[in-house]
């Protein structure tokens, strides 16, 4: 069940379960999507940055568990369609003969509110059934740059040339000059991508007692 306004997020266990120990925004996601794990120790990664790098767990003693939230993904390329699973954050940009994420629309949709150790997005909780998006559309290279380095805390809002908004589902097409990064991980050759928020789909151990 998503987070409730004034509601403890997650429970105590008594007892540890059975994890994946996993060090990045990816691996977990790879997990979820080959259904291998979806229960989960974080030792890095956006979510990690996002609960204030959480102590990890004793095995077999108490915990605290945390739903979670990731963002199904379904991407064509190249006539193909494929399925995959991101938890931190997807965005669409030029790719780098075009300027990169300095020159054109920047769009990012963000289920953590974090991206490289950027807050994006002040109102984004991984468990709270929507996905932020983040867009950029007119700012020149030098306003780009400015707000890159004001959101290391958060600092870049409001502002007249970033727009955010709230969705649970998102459907959209990709030009040739553009590329898609999901969870930090490059794929080229996109035409369309649809996101839709998959709420409490796995769940995250931290060390009971942790203050989030």
């Given at each position: 069940m998503t987070i409730k306004k004034n509601t403890e997020w997650g429970q105590e266990v008594t007892q540890c379960p059975p994890h994946q120990r996993v060090g990045s925004d990816h691996e977990m996601g790879t997990h979820l999507n080959n259904q291998t794990a979806n229960v989960f120790v974080l030792t890095g990664g956006s979510l990690f940055e996002t609960l204030g790098r959480p102590n990890t767990p004793v095995?077999?003693?108490?915990?605290?568990?945390?739903?979670?939230?990731?963002?199904?993904?379904?991407?064509?390329?190249?006539?193909?369609?494929?399925?995959?699973?991101?938890?931190?954050?997807?965005a669409i940009r030029n790719?780098?003969?075009?300027?990169?994420?300095?020159?054109?629309?920047?769009?990012?949709?963000?289920?953590?509110?974090?991206?490289?150790?950027?807050?994006?997005?002040?109102?984004?909780?991984?468990?709270?059934?929507?996905?932020?998006?983040?867009?950029?559309?007119?700012?020149?290279?030098?306003?780009r740059v400015i707000?890159?380095?004001?959101?290391?805390?958060?600092?870049?809002?409001?502002?007249?040339?970033?727009?955010?908004?709230?969705?649970?589902?998102?459907?959209?097409?990709?030009?040739?000059?553009?590329?898609?990064?999901?969870?930090?991980?490059r794929h080229n050759h996109v035409s369309r991508v649809t996101l839709t928020i998959a709420s409490d789909a796995a769940h995250v151990l931290i060390a009971s007692g942790t203050n989030l």
């Open positions: 095995v077999g003693g108490l915990a605290h568990c945390l739903p979670c939230d990731a963002i199904s993904v379904s991407i064509v390329a190249r006539g193909a369609q494929i399925e995959l699973t991101a938890i931190s954050d997807v790719s780098w003969p075009h300027g990169g994420w300095l020159r054109g629309p920047v769009l990012v949709v963000t289920n953590t509110g974090m991206r490289r150790g950027r807050q994006i997005a002040s109102r984004a909780h991984p468990n709270d059934g929507h996905l932020d998006v983040v867009s950029v559309a007119s700012m020149n290279m030098r306003q707000g890159w380095s004001k959101a290391k805390i958060g600092n870049h809002f409001p502002h007249p040339k970033i727009a955010i908004s709230r969705t649970t589902h998102l459907d959209l097409t990709v030009s040739p000059k553009q590329m898609l990064v999901i969870d930090g991980r």
